[in-house]
């Protein structure tokens, strides 16, 4: 870890307790940005598994599934031995999208949140057909059962049924517009299998509540479920 006074505000900022709901996700967009700020620069080691729980206020399972996802991506490699560790990777992979500057990212994200949040909050509040049920539930298991090529098309898929579930036409135009580019910085990083898997019992959550006519626990789902991707693209983006 690179050292010098001028560093301790990034430090504070990247090494504080994540959220517990979207662990994984805050956990491997913390360790992103440690990277990207250069608070350890490509070459040098992250500090212990137990150092970085205790920093980030989760399990050491977590961390080092969080490091695994970074490995698997080619962020960190892992070194035996006397000096091994967990080292940033140098180089560096290259990424396409250039940086998210904060003002879009907030018209981005918090767009995606009103217009997402509120879709699956009028979902939840119809009384939708045995068709518009089916359909749902149709995009949900296109997702569950996706190939990695497939998944984020599939899930783009089913965010836009939801909203189309939500009885409000003008609706649906404007989030796929807002997904659309979204997916564009999605695209910016490589798909994570653990992070899938997390998104995928939210897709559940989220299903259940609005099929159960449930709006709050609807709207609180999804916009849990926004936080986890939003965490990721800050992480490796913004």
Do not use: C, K
């Not at 967990?86 to 990424?95: G, H, N, R, S």
């Not at 259940?208 to 789902?221: H, K, S, V």
């Amino acid at each position: 870890m690179t050292g010098g006074g001028e560093e301790a505000p990034a430090l504070r900022a990247v090494y504080r307790p994540v959220r517990r709901s979207n662990a994984l996700e805050d956990t491997v967009a913390r360790i992103a940005q440690t990277i990207r700020v250069g608070v350890v620069a490509p070459g040098e080691a992250l500090p212990p598994e137990r150092a970085l729980a205790e920093l980030y206020g989760v399990s050491r399972d977590t961390v080092r599934t969080a490091i695994r996802e970074l490995s698997d991506a080619g962020f960190l490699v892992a070194r035996r031995g006397r000096y091994g560790g967990t080292f940033v990777a140098d180089p560096l992979p290259q990424q396409e999208a250039e940086p998210l500057d904060a003002l879009a990212a907030a018209d981005l994200f918090g767009m995606r949140r009103v217009l997402e949040g509120g879709a699956a909050r009028a979902a939840a509040a119809r009384t939708m057909t045995a068709g518009e049920r089916d359909a749902l539930w149709h995009r949900r298991a296109a997702v569950a059962h996706a190939s990695l090529g497939d998944y984020r098309r599939l899930d783009s898929l089913l965010h836009l049924s939801i909203a189309e579930a939500s009885g409000i036409p003008s609706l649906v135009p404007l989030v796929t517009e807002n997904r659309a580019r979204v997916n564009e910085w999605l695209d910016a990083f490589p798909l994570l299998p653990r992070a899938i898997e997390h998104s995928e019992a939210q897709h559940e959550t989220i299903l259940q509540a609005i099929l159960t006519g449930r709006p709050d626990a609807a709207e609180a789902a999804m916009l849990d479920h926004l936080a986890a991707s939003e965490a990721l693209i800050r992480g490796f983006v913004v």
